[in-house]
């Protein structure tokens, strides 16, 4: 037979006791978006996985903590209540983390994830100048594009910001993306000529194009006020290998200024219609805002620097 006070310490215990991580995660993303498939795309999960971790807290915890109509989901009392218990936790142990890590790596390598093409043709030619004014920091440089976790090994990273990302993420601009076509210096005259409401391409210039950057084209037009050319060309797998074509006479390609400015400076390539802004812009993410004397704060100085 079990006593009353027995009973009593169990019903405490189990008050007491918290449900799983990973349920309350998934319902601290989906109760911030209020939308459970953005949440699970934030999280790398199927909306199935965040909706079944949600209902189990639910059940466990005895509450509701969404109104679902039509659809969709509304965060009620009781989940905003939770919500904010729950994302106020998380911060405190982001941040308690992230102080720990960059506690272990003083002195030790530091990963910046830059995107392929910027790392290539833009960050490598001038890293020997960050390394002359810091020859105390171990900076590995890596390729990536696209979405990333800062719990896979990457403690800076340089994007376009064109994908979507964890709020948590700080991002700081670095400069704005200027687009316009570029092609080899000797065959400027072949594929453009002059009119009198300025110089054009000729429509049987080759167009280069890239996979990973489908739209280049479009996007420069939309941003000029101009039709997309419709002239046939090479597709290329990357968006270096476009630019790397054109350099080598093959034909036109969107080319960014800051990825062919020095090819530009050396007459390599012509930008017979000059860079316009795309809209787009290149950002540093970091786990957290930039701290006074950190790596972090030296590399943003220098990097706007540099532009």
């Not at 169990?10 to 109760?31: G, H, K, Q, V």
């Not at 199935?48 to 009392?77: H, I, K, P, Q, T």
């Not at 964890?166 to 594929?191: I, M, N, Q, T």
Request: one cysteine or more; aromatic letters at 10%.
């Amino acid at each position: 037979m079990i006593s009353d006070s027995n009973g009593e310490s169990d019903s405490l215990l189990y008050n007491a006791r918290l449900p799983s991580l990973i349920a309350l995660r998934c319902f601290e993303a989906a109760a911030r978006l209020e939308n459970f498939s953005r949440a699970a795309d934030e999280l790398h999960l199927t909306p199935g996985a965040v909706s079944r971790a949600v209902r189990l807290l639910e059940d466990e915890l005895g509450v509701a903590l969404f109104d679902r109509r039509s659809r969709r989901v509304y965060l009620n009392d009781a989940g905003r209540t939770l919500a904010q218990a729950v994302g106020s936790g998380l911060d405190l142990m982001r941040e308690a983390v992230s102080d720990l890590r960059a506690n272990a790596r003083q002195g030790r390598r530091w990963v910046l994830s830059c995107e392929p093409t910027l790392l290539m043709r833009w960050l490598i030619p001038r890293w020997s100048a960050f390394q002359t004014l810091h020859p105390e920091v171990d900076v590995h440089l890596v390729a990536g594009g696209g979405p990333f976790s800062f719990v896979n090994g990457i403690d800076l990273a340089i994007r376009r910001d064109d994908f979507p990302w964890p709020a948590s993420y700080h991002v700081e601009p670095l400069f704005a993306e200027k687009v316009g076509p570029v092609c080899r210096a000797d065959k400027a005259a072949e594929w453009f000529t002059q009119r009198k409401s300025g110089t054009v391409l000729k429509a049987t210039a080759p167009c280069l194009h890239t996979r990973s950057r489908l739209s280049a084209w479009q996007e420069w037009a939309s941003a000029v006020g101009k039709p997309a050319p419709e002239t046939a060309g090479q597709t290329f797998e990357h968006f270096y290998f476009s630019l790397q074509a054109a350099v080598a006479g093959l034909g036109v390609a969107i080319g960014p200024w800051h990825l062919v400015r020095d090819d530009l400076d050396t007459g390599v390539l012509s930008a017979p219609l000059g860079f316009v802004e795309d809209g787009s812009y290149y950002c540093l993410f970091s786990p957290h805002p930039p701290q006074p004397n950190s790596l972090q704060t030296d590399l943003l100085e220098w990097l706007r620097a540099s532009t």
